[in-house]
């Protein structure tokens, strides 16, 4: 797994250089992993997947993109200084709430962990939580910095979405359910995991969470390819609307309930 995994991140690296897609000092302007190397060696079986890390090329080399490969507890959701404290950026603490959810803590107790001023994660959150996200595979579906998508240069897109998914692939074991921090139904990651299976975009299940704004909690089974059998679920409002108690708080509700209907409470 090691050398498959440091392989895509060479694969990243040359196409930063092909393209000139460089910071200030030279720094090839990616992330490959969220997540140590053994979490996508002996993981929880699910998976967390954005869109694409953010920051422009004057952001490149403020990531240790190698930190992944020497600290088999890393996770940039717990770990890693987005403007405040490690962990006490408002995006990590949305995703530390779903990590809540998925161990069986009610909403209001995940929500709780979201406004809560003390920056430690550690004290925010339960021992659980902080485990499943040190054992859940983490990634974007494209590994190339952009402050917008459309910021990346289309080929880095495309490719990057070829190495998103033999990334995603490569997670062992196949991840049961892969929560993606998705904008809406035809945004990345959704689109990109669903036509790499060769599945329709049609949602099987969709709860809307606001629609005034258009934010709707979406799941749809994929029923081909590698990773056939698998849950994916679409959370638009963690990252849209990341600390927002009047669309955050529903969709943790509807993110527990749903959970608890397929069976996928973490243990």
């Known amino acids: 797994m090691r050398s498959r995994l440091e392989a895509l991140s060479g694969e990243c690296v040359s196409l930063c250089e092909e393209r000139g897609w460089l910071g200030e000092t030279g720094t090839p302007n990616y992330r490959l992993l969220y997540s140590s190397v053994e979490s996508f060696e002996q993981g929880s079986g699910l998976a967390i997947v954005g869109m694409n890390p953010a920051g422009g090329p004057g952001n490149a080399h403020t990531d240790d993109v190698d930190r992944p490969f020497r600290d088999p ?8 200084n987005w403007g405040a404290e490690a962990g006490a950026a408002r995006l990590q603490r949305a995703i530390q709430a779903i990590a809540m959810i998925f161990v069986g803590a009610s909403a209001s107790k995940a929500m709780e962990a979201i406004e809560d001023p003390n920056p430690r994660p550690e004290e925010r959150l339960n021992s659980k939580a902080i485990a499943f996200l040190r054992n859940t595979p983490s990634m974007n579906i494209i590994p190339f910095r952009g402050s917008r998508l459309s910021d990346v240069p289309l080929p880095l897109q495309e490719r990057g979405e070829e190495i998103g998914w033999r990334l995603l692939c490569l997670a062992h074991p196949r991840p049961r359910c892969i929560v993606t921090l998705a904008n809406h139904v035809d945004g990345l990651p959704w689109m990109t995991i669903l036509r790499e299976s060769g599945q329709r975009r049609r949602p099987d299940y969709q709860e809307s969470i606001n629609r005034r704004l258009s934010r709707t909690y979406r799941e749809v089974q994929l029923v081909g390819g590698e990773l056939a059998g698998t849950l994916v679920i679409g959370l638009p409002a963690i990252v849209r609307d990341k600390n927002r108690r009047d669309i955050t708080l529903p969709l943790l509700e ?5 959970l608890q209907q397929h069976g996928i409470p973490s243990s």
């Open 73 to 80: 507890g890393y996770s940039a959701y717990l770990d890693d």
């Open 254 to 258: 509807i993110l527990r309930r749903r």
